[in-house]
Structures are given as structure tokens and as C-alpha cells.
């Protein structure tokens, strides 16, 4: 008899891939550079990103679904604003690995001033 092990995946794994899925599409993550100066309406993410208003609408919808966005409805405009939690999740995930940046960096700068200048 042969058992399967399956991993075991937390809430928090499942979230960081989907996130991550979410965050490889270049237009969403200008979406979400846009949102860090401000909220803005639909029409004017549209307009600053170049797109087509669905095409805009199916790439809030995507960065709502993942937590990443929220929208809030006022009369006839829908403003969509930055939520900071699950950015704040992926920066804890990622901050051992900034240690291995960090050296390389340090190493890079030393090296770096002890070149002479052209």
C-alpha cells in the first residue's frame, strides 16, 4: 500500500501565489503605482494608463478579487484606493531575502569606490 503525501499549504502560501499571479501583469502593478499617489476614479485610471474603460474594469476587478484594491462607490463614480496589509504581507515574506541584497549591494559599493572616476 502506498500513501500520497500532500503538502499542506496555509492560508498565507495560497495568498502570496495568488498575489503574486496578480502582480506579474505589468498593468497592474502601474494600476497599483498610480493608487500609492492617490485614489482615482475608473475614468481616470483609464485615461493615465491608456486603456479601454472594460479593459481597465477587468484589471480592478482582478486587484479587488485579491485583496489588493477596494473600491468605494460615491454617487456615480467608483474611486479605488490602495489597501497596504497584503503589500505589507509580501514585504515580511520577502525580508530575510533582503540580507542576501543588502551584502551584495554593500559589496557592489565598496568595489565601486575603488575605482577612480573617468
Known amino acids: 500500500m502506498s500513501y500520497i503525501r500532500l503538502r499542506?499549504?496555509?492560508?498565507?502560501d495560497i495568498f502570496r501565489n495568488v498575489t503574486f499571479d496578480v502582480l506579474a501583469e505589468p498593468t497592474r502593478r502601474r494600476i497599483l503605482d498610480l493608487?500609492?499617489?492617490?485614489?482615482?476614479?475608473?475614468?481616470?485610471?483609464?485615461?493615465?494608463?491608456?486603456?479601454?474603460?472594460?479593459?481597465?474594469?477587468?484589471?480592478?476587478?482582478?486587484?479587488?478579487?485579491?485583496?489588493?484594491?477596494?473600491v468605494r462607490i460615491d454617487a456615480q463614480r467608483r474611486w479605488y484606493e490602495l489597501?497596504?496589509?497584503p503589500?505589507?504581507?509580501?514585504?515580511?515574506?520577502l525580508s530575510p531575502y533582503r540580507r542576501l541584497w543588502a551584502g551584495s549591494l554593500d559589496a557592489l559599493t565598496k568595489h565601486l569606490d575603488t575605482m577612480e572616476d573617468p
Request: with cysteine; hydrophobic share 35%.
Open 87 to 93: 503589500l505589507a504581507e509580501i514585504d515580511a515574506w
Open 83 to 85: 489597501r497596504p496589509e
Open 35 to 70: 493608487l500609492l499617489e492617490r485614489p482615482h476614479p475608473v475614468g481616470e485610471l483609464t485615461r493615465r494608463l491608456g486603456l479601454t474603460q472594460p479593459g481597465t474594469s477587468k484589471h480592478l476587478r482582478v486587484l479587488r478579487e485579491a485583496g489588493l484594491v477596494r
Open 8 to 12: 499542506e499549504y496555509s492560508c498565507l
